[in-house]
DNA sequence: GCCGTTTTCGGCCCGACTGTTTTCAGTCG
């Protein structure tokens, strides 16, 4: 997202926010938070557009686009300003805290005059909250419990975390009597990057022993709420899970709804209510008569709607429903369109495997080839040489065809600040394929790594960049570049970029993708394996590329090898 | 504050659960 329309969705926000807790029109207040997410998902730079363009933006209408175009002349909105002056930043974030809302914000404010948490910790131990209206001893509870949990955690988990905890659970519950269907939904279900709680959906006509097993399972450090509908429970390492139970019959519409994503929700709910429908996690029904017209599959669902069926990854509200509405969703790329994975490791440097070890695995999952990509000599620690890489090749070449497979021998190399690469030309021509990362430097000047990531795409023998970014999420900032620029070079030279599937890394994520795929360049969804296990991994980097509206064509990995390696031949290497 | 193939006024997604009440407001997703 360029950096201006982050500002501006965070300034959107804010105020949102600021006008909650101040109360009077929730709808205004809805408003400014509807804008902020249509200013995120916005393709184009905000501070290069005008009034009229920026009141294009669905959700931005004259007012907003005023205070953008203020934002950008003054560097400061003066509205959000006066509101700043009269509500404490400490006020906002109290509302950070689960079970403490904007109205309750206010009123500890106004009436207690508390600005911050540490305040409020305070107020509670001095019970000075019993006095205010609608504060029990329940909610104070609550308070101190929320307080506690924001301070031990981000939030959110890593995708393959909250994976590996709803497949238990949904295997769990699948086996208890009476279950008719069930799968997880939500943010997982649409492959978000990192999810900040798990939605389990059932279906059964009595919910009780669904419930009852849900609260019993091992993983249950605290149940939060329980009732005939709905469960909501902790684990021992703070992710909440939520379990729903609905009538089989409304399998369809519960599945869409709990789904998501919130945005996508109220546009279908949008669209329900301007064919005179009603849309609810119970079905789809007729305003007027009450009665029930679909709610067995989210196929009928999205019918009745005037849609097709819209892949989960897609719901974002960034465009979905006009192209369903056209007739042009995009035939996603699947798990099963693979034909084979570009960047893995051995033993030979930092992956656990041995080569062979490697193949079996790879062979097991039906890839047609697979590149073995071991690390280049600059990363030192790795103490890769000319000659065991010379060495790997011909073991390469001996097992090619084993098990059916292709073997493409290749190398991950290293770029330096520069935006050389650890080996000369002459050397790099008798690999296969090379993937080339940052994996150094990474809090170089933007102008000095776009240099750097450009020079990489323009060497003839570079064919993919790895994790562009370098990202690890939770842990490690993602380079700043001028991405376009990127992306323009990465389609001149016919550069492919990688989509690792790494789940700390998931890099390029998915609104680069969404980006660079503008500029008409080509993707490899990468597992960058260091062991057999790793492979599957690269079912995160479909979900990431599916997010990012890939087809099969946009991918170079799912294209036959004769046509991937007339790919690999970069125009500029024949030339040479 | 935004928006329009019923509308330039009058709507705005909708339901579950909790806690504090005694019929409902606040929070959440």
């Known amino acids: 997202m360029p950096r201006a329309n982050e500002e501006v969705e965070a300034l959107l926000r804010e105020y949102a926010d600021l006008l909650a807790i101040t109360g009077g029109d929730a709808f205004k207040a809805r408003a400014y938070e509807k804008a902020a997410r249509a200013v995120a998902g916005h393709h184009d730079d905000l501070s290069k557009l005008d009034l009229k363009q920026l009141r294009a933006i669905?959700?931005?209408?004259?007012?907003?686009?005023?205070?953008?175009?203020?934002?950008?002349?003054?560097?400061?909105?003066?509205?959000?300003?006066?509101?700043?002056?009269?509500?404490?930043?400490?006020?906002?974030?109290?509302?950070?805290?689960?079970?403490?809302?904007?109205?309750?914000?206010?009123?500890?404010?106004?009436?207690?005059?508390?600005?911050?948490?540490e305040q409020l910790v305070d107020a509670i131990h001095d019970e000075r909250?019993?006095?205010?209206?609608?504060?029990?001893?329940?909610?104070?509870?609550?308070?101190?419990?929320?307080?506690?949990?924001?301070?031990?955690?981000?939030?959110?988990?890593?995708?393959?975390v909250a994976m590996e905890l709803a497949e238990e659970i949904v295997a769990r519950l699948s086996s208890v009597d009476g279950c008719v269907r069930c799968t997880y939904?939500?943010?997982?279900?649409?492959?978000?990057?990192?999810?900040?709680?798990?939605?389990?959906?059932?279906?059964?006509?009595?919910?009780?022993?669904?419930?009852?097993?849900?609260?019993?399972?091992?993983?249950?450090a605290e149940v939060i709420a329980s009732g005939e509908k709905k469960t909501s429970i902790r684990t021992g390492r703070g992710l909440q899970v939520d379990l729903r139970v609905v009538p089989p019959e409304s399998w369809g519409a519960a599945l869409q709804y709990f789904t998501g994503s919130q945005a996508h929700n109220i546009r279908t709910r949008?669209?329900?209510?301007?064919?005179?429908?009603?849309?609810?996690e119970y079905g789809l029904f007729?305003?007027?008569?009450?009665?029930?017209?679909?709610?067995?599959?989210?196929?009928?669902?999205?019918?009745?709607?005037?849609?097709?069926?819209?892949?989960?990854?897609?719901?974002?509200d960034r465009g979905e429903i006009e192209a369903a509405l056209r007739g042009e969703l995009p035939e996603l790329v699947r798990e099963q369109d693979l034909r084979g994975d570009l960047h893995t490791h051995t033993d030979l440097t930092d992956g656990i495997a041995p080569l062979e070890e490697m193949l079996d695995a790879a062979a097991a999952r039906g890839y047609a080839y697979y590149a073995i990509t071991d690390h280049a000599p600059n990363l030192f620690m790795q103490r890769m040489s000319d000659e065991k890489m010379l060495a790997q090749r011909e073991r390469v070449r001996a097992l090619d065809r084993r098990s059916g497979m292709r073997l493409l021998h290749g190398t991950e190399l290293n770029i330096d600040p520069d935006g050389g690469v650890d080996w000369p030309a002459q050397f790099l021509a008798g690999f296969?394929?090379?993937?080339?990362?940052?994996?150094?430097?990474?809090?170089?000047?933007?102008?000095?790594?776009?240099?750097?990531?450009?020079?990489?795409?323009?060497?003839?023998?570079?064919?993919?960049?790895?994790?562009?970014?370098?990202?690890?999420i939770g842990h490690r900032a993602p380079v700043d570049a001028d991405f376009d620029e990127v992306?323009?070079?990465?389609?001149?030279?016919?550069?492919?970029?990688?989509?690792?599937?790494?789940?700390?890394?998931?890099?390029?994520?998915?609104?680069?993708?969404?980006?660079?795929?503008?500029?008409?360049?080509?993707?490899?969804?990468?597992?960058?394996?260091?062991?057999?296990?790793?492979?599957?991994?690269?079912?995160?980097?479909?979900?990431?590329?599916?997010?990012?509206?890939?087809?099969?064509?946009?991918?170079?990995?799912?294209?036959?090898?004769t046509r991937l390696k007339k790919f690999l031949r970069k125009p500029s290497a024949r030339d040479a």
């Not at 931005?60 to 700043?84: H, N, P």
């Not at 978000?192 to 091992?218: H, N, Q, Y």
């Not at 430097?441 to 020079?455: E, G, N």
């Open 129 to 160: 909250l019993r006095e205010l209206k609608g504060f029990g001893p329940k909610t104070e509870e609550n308070i101190l419990h929320g307080v506690e949990l924001l301070r031990q955690s981000g939030g959110r988990v890593l995708i393959d």
């Open 185 to 220: 939904a939500g943010s997982l279900r649409r492959f978000r990057e990192t999810i900040g709680d798990v939605d389990i959906l059932a279906a059964a006509a009595d919910s009780a022993p669904l419930m009852a097993a849900f609260r019993e399972l091992a993983v249950v």
């Open 286 to 316: 007729d305003v007027e008569t009450g009665e029930l017209i679909v709610s067995r599959t989210e196929e009928e669902v999205y019918q009745r709607l005037g849609l097709p069926w819209i892949p989960p990854p897609l719901r974002e």
């Open 487 to 561: 992306f323009r070079a990465c389609a001149r030279t016919g550069t492919a970029l990688e989509v690792n599937s790494f789940p700390d890394r998931l890099d390029v994520r998915d609104e680069h993708i969404l980006h660079a795929k503008r500029y008409g360049v080509k993707f490899a969804i990468d597992s960058d394996a260091h062991s057999t296990r790793d492979l599957a991994q690269i079912r995160y980097g479909v979900g990431t590329a599916q997010r990012g509206w890939l087809t099969p064509d946009d991918v170079i990995n799912t294209w036959p090898l």
């Open 270 to 280: 949008e669209i329900a209510v301007r064919a005179k429908l009603k849309l609810s």
């Open 58 to 117: 669905p959700g931005v209408g004259r007012s907003i686009a005023d205070k953008i175009a203020e934002y950008f002349e003054r560097g400061s909105v003066a509205v959000v300003e006066e509101a700043r002056a009269r509500i404490p930043a400490g006020v906002r974030e109290l509302i950070e805290i689960p079970t403490l809302g904007p109205k309750k914000a206010m009123l500890l404010y106004r009436d207690l005059g508390i600005s911050s948490i």
């Open 432 to 472: 296969d394929l090379c993937v080339a990362s940052v994996h150094s430097a990474f809090t170089q000047s933007r102008a000095d790594t776009t240099r750097r990531l450009v020079r990489a795409c323009e060497n003839p023998h570079v064919n993919i960049l790895g994790h562009l970014t370098g990202r690890q």
